[in-house]
């Protein structure tokens, strides 16, 4: 199940407001967009909708913290250049560790 959802981020880049968005939604304003993918079930139908939509934002949260947190583009290109395939590794793998995607 694909979920849209809309983000917006705060001025240090952290996620500000996180809300389900309406299929044809667009970003605009200072609304971010994304789709999230949800293959879970649960039974109770009571507690679906609200899982479903805390495991959406802790997943949508969990991505956007690592993308903001990773280093450049051209900053992993140059690691990868001056310190090899191992070294980058090594970096990515800090922001991982700090942002691990939710289960």
């Given amino acids: 199940m694909s979920i849209k959802y809309k983000y917006s981020l705060d001025e240090l880049g952290r996620v500000n407001h996180l809300a389900f968005a309406e299929p044809n939604f667009i970003a605009t304003d200072g609304w971010k967009v994304g789709d999230c993918d949800l293959t879970d079930a649960l039974p ?60």
């Fill in 44 to 103: 109770d139908i009571e507690t679906l909708h609200e899982q479903k939509y805390l495991d959406a934002q802790a997943l949508v949260k969990y991505k956007i913290d690592r993308q903001s947190a990773y280093p450049s583009v051209g900053e992993q290109l140059d690691e990868i250049f001056h310190n090899g395939i191992d070294s980058w590794k090594a970096v990515i793998q800090v922001t991982k560790d700090k942002y691990p995607k939710p289960e």
